[in-house]
């Protein structure tokens, strides 16, 4: 198993600047508000609670594939990822200065439990920012892409963010949903969500089922190159940039409500894969990146039936 | 205060405005003008559908009477904490609402949200979060947890996020925090028709809530830090 590893490097498992280093074009990147700078959270200072220097988030400029690309990539090892008011800010002030300098794309390496509960009342509103900011960059034709594959997964108001974004790319072992298992068990019981049952908890807020239930758009496996391949592709579509209209909305509302009628009153992913019209659901999660892409074009067709 | 109490006090008997499960939705007429009124009530859980419902109506609204003004009427204890809305990607969904709010902004509508009962976390984000501006009823509630589980989920003493939430607002919920923080433009006391006569007068500004904070003392180092992120 590690030979057969032996050229991949976790992407899960890297740090928010390895994944910088790696995922963009190597020695490219162009820190704004770096560690040096300390601009940390004075809120968390005020509560007694360590802080960083980068309160849990890298932003600046690089280069993908020799194309100029503002980026930012949270920090799952700070604070799980989470949203506060500085952090919060600084992802902000980097979409409202694409607006001005007009990269290529954005790039969002996403990896976050939400909104940070030591300062949460800002926190929300910051999520709400920086959804906007999203949504300016892209009625302004520049597109905006979110990777997601840390370990902490793209959760509550990140989650959301993601999907205002034009493009997201997962591997099989990320994570994209709202409210973590942890906290439905808590609120309804272990009846309602396991969370300890890892193969549940994938199954239902994983890269393969959100691959092909349609809410990510590239799944690739755990591996930082796989990553950058992906994200080079998604900018350089011819039509990388989305900005929203009523058409494409009205077409999103009704992939939604196709899959809420498809799916009845059943919590299970399982059932809804066969009813997407998947063969052997039950293989899902025990087959490969690259097999499970080639079972999406069924199910998007089931979806538009 | 009760949807029906606020809908009446905001229009009289000059509205068709429903409620169907912990969906509201119809239209009113308001000094000449026709709005569009879409909400939730009894502190709905807002899951795939109710998120999908709200959006139903916004992208109606577009569709059928472009430039008209609508109004979120906001009550919800959050989003749905089930596994089934997990799995069908309330998080999309929710987006989904949000982006019809965006949209529409952008196509003309004047948006305004009011809090008129309670507004938590996930619920609020992708509503009146995304309006020109969110208002409150000043007897509202808003917040993302209480400092009791705030306490308990940060391991902080409950004892020292009271005192510190007297001076900043940042660990207090509430609504005049809100106000303090940017994230709440007014709160509406006294004769709400002249306050939402006010806000649908207001000029659509695009996001000015870290300003805001930042004025208002409750929210003071956003709008610092973007500035400085621009002129890095």
Redesign the interface.
Known sequence: MRNMLKNRVSYAECTARERIALVLDADSFVEWLPPSARVTSPHLAQLGVPTSFDDGVAIGRAHLDGHAVFVAAQEGAFMGGGVGEVHGAKLVGLLQRALRDRPQAVLLLAESGGVRLHEANAGLIAVSEVMRAVLDVRAAGIPVVTLIGGANGCFGGMGIVARCTDHIVMSDTGRLAMSGPEVIEASHGVEEFDARDRALVWRTTGGKHRYLTGDCDALVEDDVQAFRAAAIEAVGRPAASRPLTLQGLEQEHAALAARLQAAGTDPEALSLWARLGILEPARIPEIGAAAVRLLRPSVSAALAA | MNWQTLVTALFAQSHRIERSGDLLAGEAEFEGDRVAVVGTTDHAPIG??LA?AQ??VV?DT??QHPGRAILLLIDTQG?Q????????????????L???I??AR??GHRVVGLVYDQAL??G???SG??ADACHALSEAEI???RIPA?AR??K?PEE??TE?SRS??????GVA??VA???VRSLWEGDLRACLAAALAAPATG?Q??RE?AERGG?R??????????A?
């Not at chain 2, 900043?168 to 919920?173: E, K």
């Not at chain 2, 610092?224 to 992120?229: G, K, M, N």
């Open positions: 795939v559908a999908l959006a139903r992208l577009m569709a989003q904490l089930r596994r089934q809305d997990e799995m069908l990607g309330i998080n999309r969904a929710m987006a989904h949000g982006c019809c965006d949209l952008r196509r976390s996930g609020f984000i992708t979060l995304m917040r993302v947890m705030m989920i940060t902080l020292m996020l510190l900043n607002p940042v660990f207090a919920p925090n809100y923080m940017g994230g996001d809530r870290a904070g929210r180092h956003a709008q610092a830090v973007i500035d400085q992120v621009l890095a």
